[in-house]
């Protein structure tokens, strides 16, 4: 299907390249062409676009088309958790509210709560999630089903995986038949995982030369335990077990030494944070003024509905640049314009997804429209800052993925009454829920 | 005009009353009847309605009727500076970037912002705002055009404005011609004000046997220079002035002692909390935790667009919340249910408006609709806190002022078209501002 987006303003995330006004070409699943409706002209005359039949022109009518936002850390079906256990520090939270209810859940009900997640990531302009939980397969099931472009990893554990498992599913969901999905090794924590889960994926990383992904310095407690344990924090302990060999990241990084850092310097590692959930589990602020000035790389994530309890990127951004200013007592510690592009072009890098970073040709088509005709977005002193300091749902007119119109105005495309799902998913939690 | 609210669910705030299934009736701006469809029947048996007619009637699809929020704090004509003077200390921020573009505002100008800001009060589910800004004549009429609820102050302060203009003002705005408006005394701020204008306003306050309302030991630095100045803190050295004998209360109140929370407590005021704005000019974390424990009354504002930059009961909500865990270090620090009562019933008590606070016989038809069908509000674990930790803007399907449907599936009905606000708004930033 070829898509048309005419009259619109369209902020590509190209480095420093201000919004203008133009149009965007999309071809099946790729952008074809993004520009002024002069080089357009150009470009129709050097005869590139020949033979383009559009299925579908839409007029934007002077709203703004940007790269949607990558989640780079979500548990999609923890849905089912939402506004249930809520009010508890984080390690009681596991131990009581989360694992136990976890284990109550099957494959439907994970199918059901990720299409649940779905939607809402769509309503939030969110294009590209990345879920680590219980069975990948089902969610990427769930996201095939409904559109949604997904990076998975299955969390390697004590209790519910291994890494046998985690071989199959990277190479089942790295091959081209799912163009949408695609894996990255990754385990839940050094402190569910054993020393020996760990060694093994040792060799599995080294096999694939394969980044890794966990979770990561989320409380002071975690890093006192991993001291006493292995006599180092855990991103050192991890490195030393060669797991960073290939690059990769951590969630959360909330309790960082500068020895951290040095670990996330040296082998290239992601800091992906989750300010709304390390707020309301009482785990601290991650000290994202001194990521950036390590120059180490940054994206974002809403962490699962259990801990947030929204799945919304505007949320994570402003707070991502208020709790910064808060942590370093000033005003500039974090501008607006350097979240914007954590919450997009950093996130896609952190994923391995060169084709999701930015609007230009050849780029997926994974486009959001901006309502820029809510109060919220007006005036026009400053688009960007609008975004991440006044930002909301309320503002996504239309979510695109893969050339796909997902979602727009306020109208979901998935191929399932949204209704339907709402009313499994209270079945569910009636059943398995106190 | 009289309408029916029916085939809702019901959250009326009063105190413990579940939400339960109904309907809400409304003679012009008063509710008339909130109840389950059984009392109903014996209430129409009675009588009491009898003569009743319609104008129309609206099926809730058993979506969510509640109070609207009261935003305790704001600057609605200050969405001119949105996302123009970010990024700088509140001081710094006050000197450079807002007091000298406030000299450039006129009455038309005044009028225009805080038009865009209702607006968006209506698209939050915002029923009731407290505005102190320069020229409350002007936000007056701007509210009454649009059908805002506002309660109005002047904030005297050395430069624009006196406590001679604030009596006329307290006089005519709390008149019975105006039932959307009401007006408290206020000042801007111990710093921004000489000791004989206090002196002034203390007879005033006298005279009137009126509450006082102004901001109140927002940064370190105020603090600090208040104690210099007069060896008191700024709570401790209003008191001393008299100016609280008879209520009121303080916006923001991050740094305070027990001293100034004893002031509180003696003196019955409110604390308005100002969360995001307080994050955004890196002021703190206000102790909202140590007020409830020493039963000081806390109430929520947004502050100004230029300082937050949204006008969005529910990102305060969220961060009075969620602020108080990080700040206390405990995730129970602060529970969803108490702060919506705190967005709600408190509000409405802070700003004397008895006929706000809850949905009951009697009380003002200021209801909003909360759209129970978006993803972000399911599975429905409770209710409460999906409202708390999860909701936004987009969740708001009706904003319902005094008995008249303000703002429903995203169109506003105010007059005027949003368009040609937005047009003239940004009309006047591309003049006045540089």
Redo the contacts between chains.
């Keep these: 299907m070829n898509i048309r987006l005419y009259n619109a303003r369209i902020l590509t995330m190209e480095h420093k390249r201000p919004a203008f006004s133009g149009e965007i070409w999309i071809k099946d699943d790729r952008i074809v062409y993004v520009g002024e409706e002069e080089t357009l002209k150009e470009e129709l005359e050097k005869g590139e676009m020949e033979g383009l039949h559009f299925d579908e022109e839409i007029d934007c009518d002077n709203n703004l088309l940007m790269p949607g936002f990558k989640d780079c850390h979500t548990h999609s079906a923890m ?6 256990a ?5 390690q009681k ?1 596991l131990a009581k509210k989360v694992f136990p209810n976890e284990q109550k859940l099957n494959e439907d009900y994970i199918y059901e709560f990720t299409r ?2 779905v ?2 990531y769509l ?1 939030a302009g969110i294009t590209t999630i990345f879920d680590m939980y219980l069975m990948p397969d089902v969610t990427a099931r769930a996201c095939m089903d409904t559109g949604m472009r997904a990076v998975l990893t299955s969390g390697l554990n004590n209790f519910t995986s291994s890494v046998y498992q985690m071989e199959d599913e990277y190479k089942r969901w790295n091959s081209k038949e799912y163009p949408l999905i695609s894996y990255h090794l990754g385990f839940h924590a050094e402190y569910t995982n054993s020393k020996e889960n760990l060694y093994n994926l040792g060799h599995l990383v080294r096999n694939l030369r394969a980044p890794v992904f966990t979770h990561l310095a989320e409380t002071e407690g975690e890093v006192d335990d991993c001291k006493k344990r292995y006599g180092m924090t855990p991103a050192m302990f991890i490195e030393s077990m060669g797991l960073f060999a290939y690059g990769g990241g951590g969630f959360h990084c909330v309790h960082m030494s500068q020895d951290d850092m040095d670990v996330f310097k040296r082998n290239r590692l992601f800091v992906i944070t989750n300010p ?1 959930s ?5 785990s ?2 991650a000290p994202i003024a001194e990521f950036v000035k390590n120059k180490i790389p940054v994206a974002i994530g809403t962490d699962g ?1 259990a801990s ?5 990127m ?2 994570e951004m ?1 707070l991502v ?3 910064s ?2 942590r ?6 974090m ?2 314009v350097r979240v914007l592009r954590m919450a997009t072009v950093n996130g896609a890098r952190a994923l391995g997804l060169k084709r999701a970073d930015v609007l230009a040709k050849g780029k997926y088509a994974d486009i959001i429209m901006i309502d820029m ?4 977005m ?6 960007r ?2 975004l991440v ?6 503002n ?1 007119k239309m979510t695109m993925i893969a050339g796909r119109v997902l979602y727009k105005d ?1 109208e979901f495309h998935i191929g399932e009454e ?2 339907k ?2 009313r499994s ?2 079945d ?2 009636k059943k398995i ?1 106190k």
């Design positions: 849905t089912f958790l939402r506004s249930y809520d009010d508890e520090p984080l939270w649940l997640a939607l809402e309503s709304a390390n707020m309301k589990l009482a601290g602020i509905a947030n309890n929204s799945l919304d505007f949320k402003f640049s208020a709790l200013k808060i370093e007592k000033e005003a500039d510690s501008d607006a005709k809510r109060p919220n007006q005036p026009e002193n400053n688009i800052k609008n300091y006044a930002g909301d749902k309320s996504i306020g949204p209704e799902i709402y998913c209270n569910i939690v829920l």
